[in-house]
């Protein structure tokens, strides 16, 4: 079955400061796509990035960013200059390849200082 | 404007009850799913579906029931065999490689 883990229930940055969030998963096959949602406090969920395991680059929008290490089943999200409303929750997910079956892992809670 | 429409947003209910939430897509995605989102669990996902006439179960199923009568519509009845119905619940719809979800529903049993 896929699983997914984000280590970091909690998780604090100072205004334009960078931070990274965890996250492993795993799976015995090679198409899939992995996600970053956010869901701030108005409870709607918010693609972030996006990533395909076929491709080794890693993907980027704007100041977001993320690690992907196919081998070792690791996902992690960077924000760079971190703002304000970047305070949320982060959810990573999975969606395996023909199956469709799209899975969470359990958050963390992010929140930017002033 | 479309996309997922869940409702109603606020939802109360006597215990023991059967309670049907609704949700609607008009993006023509043939994947459907239901969420359940309580503090500290993330979401868990309770049924999807990747048809019409067709669904699986996902994580936590017991003491709910889905359809899919037509790819617009993916209901969610919380049965009385729930035994804890009270929690948040997410309708996401899917074309594989991004999911676009509703604005969710708040169930509380009482």
């Known amino acids: 079955a896929q699983t997914v883990t984000q280590s970091q229930p909690e998780m604090s940055v100072q205004e334009a400061e960078t931070v990274t969030l965890s996250c492993t998963y795993d799976t015995s096959e090679s198409n899939y796509y992995l996600f970053w949602y956010k869901q701030p406090p108005s409870r709607q969920m918010i693609l972030v990035i996006r990533q395909e395991a076929y491709k080794q680059q890693n993907a980027t929008e704007n100041r977001f960013s993320v690690n992907f290490q196919k081998a070792a089943k690791s996902f992690s999200l960077k924000i760079s200059d971190s703002q304000l409303g970047d305070t949320a929750m982060y959810f990573c997910?999975?969606?395996?390849?023909?199956?469709?079956?799209?899975?969470f892992g359990k958050g963390t809670k992010l929140t930017v200082n002033p | 404007d479309g996309g997922i429409t869940q409702s109603p947003k606020y939802l109360f209910r006597k215990e023991g009850q059967n309670v049907t939430l609704s949700c609607e897509q008009n993006?023509?995605?043939?994947?459907m799913y239901w969420y359940r989102q309580d503090p500290g669990q993330g979401l868990r996902l309770i049924y999807y579906?990747?048809?019409?006439?067709?669904?699986q179960k996902g994580d936590i199923a017991e003491g709910y029931s889905v359809s899919r009568e037509k790819k617009e519509s993916f209901p969610l009845t919380v049965t009385s065999a729930q035994k804890n119905p009270t929690a948040f619940y997410l309708c996401a719809g899917s074309r594989g490689t991004e999911a676009f979800f509703g604005q969710g529903t708040r169930l509380t049993v009482v």
């Open positions: 993006l023509n995605h043939d994947a």
């Open positions: 997910a999975f969606i395996q390849g023909g199956s469709e079956k799209l899975v």
């Open positions: 579906s990747q048809i019409v006439n067709d669904f």
